[in-house]
């Protein structure tokens, strides 16, 4: 109980009012419960960078399929929004790394990585049920 008290007010003091911690255009790896926290506080972009088989076999909860491994996948960055924070992810945390950098170089400003990916997200899910 005492840890849960500590994790939320450490959420709450890097989190505090509504505002989305700025990373200076570079990539923050993040856990399950902070991507959770982001989802909720702003206008977040939750972008899946596995291809449109993995996706098709499941997938985060509002999340948009833009596969990395594609051809098309400049073209489908530039549907997002440069000011709005993203989290990204993929099966396993190599790709969406890989990802993370493309979106820098792009000039977007708050990028999120789920830490270990789709894999990870959907065994803690379970974990948790």
């Known amino acids: 109980m005492i840890n ?15 505002k989305i911690p700025e990373n200076n255009g570079q990539t923050k790896v993040i856990s399950q419960e902070e991507m959770q926290t ?3 506080l702003d206008d977040v972009q939750l972008v899946d960078v596995r291809t449109p088989k993995e996706f098709s076999d499941g997938y985060i909860e509002n999340a948009i399929n833009i596969d990395f491994l ?3 996948f400049n073209k489908g ?15 396993s ?7 993370s950098k493309v979106l820098v170089e792009a000039g977007f400003k708050k990028i999120y990585d789920l830490e270990g ?3 990870k ?9």
Do not use: H, M
């Open 117 to 119: 990916g789709f894999s």
């Open 4 to 18: 849960r008290f500590l994790f939320l007010a450490s959420l709450i003091f890097v989190f505090g009012c509504n």
């Open 121 to 129: 997200w959907k065994q803690e899910e379970v974990t948790k049920n």
């Open 70 to 72: 594609s051809p098309d």
């Open 93 to 99: 945390g190599k790709r969406s790394g890989k990802c």
């Open 38 to 40: 982001l989802l909720q």
């Open 77 to 91: 960055i530039q549907r997002l929004d440069k000011e709005k924070p993203v989290i990204v992810y993929c099966r």
